[in-house]
């Protein structure tokens, strides 16, 4: 199994972190939904049947592909109708082949937002351990199933963008500490799991809990100034919009203003997302008079699709605005909304990117709706959007670093970018 290129401190973070927790469950956790039936419950053909519609039929009714992709229809209807077909030839199908096979059809539209994933789980007493084996490549199997083979599994159940399917590599690590995805991976967890590490090759029992994984939960955001190197480094974590960020932010500015300093990064290399309200609330602190925030969007409502296009937001900035050098630094954890905030620095030229290639594509879907199939329980979360890159010309491509370095050197490769 090879090396993730996801350090031993990047992967503590990104399993410290809420949205990693929300992106391997695909819902909000404060959403009320039932409990997914246990994964080995029996199904009747015609209840599996019910559920694996219910998914076809609401993907169609709210994702806006269908109003763009002229042939995702018939792609989409091909791989419903033979997964259908197989579940018609069984008599009874189990909740976690039921999950299988929907999770297999909503893959097929390549779009990291829409999943269908379990409500309610146990979790890998210890699981960390798991997962920190994982990354550094000395985990050799689960129950008997090498890791390469649940590697290859999960990238057919977890969804992804193929320009960017390293995503998946990594989020591997810590669906590993979950007990239902360690189930629609093959595992028996019904009375905990054997797990194999290299070396000694010594195999290791862990026992299941109900208790979720402790997971410390970084600040919001945080800054450091460099006076040395003339730097201010603005770390967000979340794209949370809140009043710890504002306050902060105006800190933060102050702070650069009165050591007068000339270049200022934001540390994105933990953020998984949230909104990109935080996007206009830092640009007002820069000295520009206007910027995109997406080239476009479609919004699907019904059967109809809304879409803008090419709108530019006039920049309401503060009085005495930052006038120096602006960077951004990324990992290939930076998702989404965060993401979005590298983009936007890049697209429009107002700053550059330093680190690796982010988790997702500029051009993608996103913002989505959540519904509990009738029949398992299982959720189903499907964008009803559609985000364009700042800068058409790259629409089809993914977000490339100025300077492409390992997450864990951006900080260092940027003190040399600025000397």
């Not at 409502?301 to 005495?320: A, M, Q, W």
């Amino acid at each position: 199994m090879n090396k993730l290129r996801v350090t031993a401190l990047l992967l503590a973070v990104i399993l410290a972190v809420g949205g990693i927790v929300l992106k391997i469950c695909g819902y909000d956790a404060q959403t009320d939904f039932e409990p997914t039936l246990p994964l080995d419950t029996g199904l009747s053909s015609e209840q599996a049947q019910k559920d694996l519609k219910y998914v076809y039929d609401t993907v169609r009714a709210k994702h806006p592909v269908f109003l763009i992709d002229d042939g995702a229809e018939k792609r989409f209807g091909e791989v419903y109708i033979k997964l259908r077909r197989e579940l018609m030839d069984k008599d009874s199908v189990t909740v976690n082949e039921l999950w299988e096979k929907s999770a297999k059809l909503v893959c097929t539209l390549d779009d990291a937002h829409t999943i269908v994933t379990a409500s309610g789980t146990q979790y890998v007493g210890d699981g960390g351990e798991i997962s920190k084996a994982y990354e550094s490549g000395t985990l050799l199997s689960i129950d008997g199933i090498s890791a390469d083979s649940m590697k290859e599994h999960f990238k057919k159940v977890f969804p992804c963008e193929p320009q960017v399917s390293f995503y998946a590599d990594y989020m591997l690590g810590v669906a590993l500490e979950y007990g239902s995805w360690l189930t629609l991976l093959g595992a028996d967890v019904s009375d905990g799991i054997d797990v194999v590490f290299s070396g000694n090759k010594e195999t290791k029992h862990f026992d299941m809990t109900d208790e979720p994984p402790e997971r410390k939960q970084l600040e919001l955001c945080s800054y450091k100034i460099d006076k040395e190197n003339s730097l201010g480094i603005f770390t967000l974590n979340r794209c949370e919009m809140s009043a710890e960020y504002t306050d902060r932010l105006l800190e933060f500015f102050g702070a650069v203003r009165d050591n007068n300093i000339g270049n200022i990064a934001v540390d994105l290399r933990s953020n998984g997302g949230g909104t990109t309200e935080v996007i206009n609330e830092f640009l007002r602190y820069i000295n520009i008079s206007d910027y995109k925030l997406f080239g476009g969007t479609d919004i699907r409502i019904g059967g109809n699709l809304i879409s803008y296009r090419d709108e530019i937001t006039p920049n309401k900035h503060v009085e005495n605005a930052f006038d120096g050098k602006v960077y951004v630094l990324t990992s290939q954890y930076t998702f989404s909304s965060a993401m979005d905030f590298a983009m936007v620095i890049q697209d429009n030229g107002i700053g550059k990117v330093i680190g690796e290639m982010p988790g997702n594509m500029p051009t993608a879907y996103g913002d989505k709706l959540s519904f509990q199939l009738p029949e398992s329980k299982l959720v189903l979360s499907v964008s009803y959007k559609k985000f364009y890159r700042v800068d058409i010309n790259k629409s089809e491509e993914p977000l490339i670093p100025d300077c492409t370095v390992n997450a864990d050197e951006a900080l260092e490769k940027l003190v040399e970018y600025i000397k």
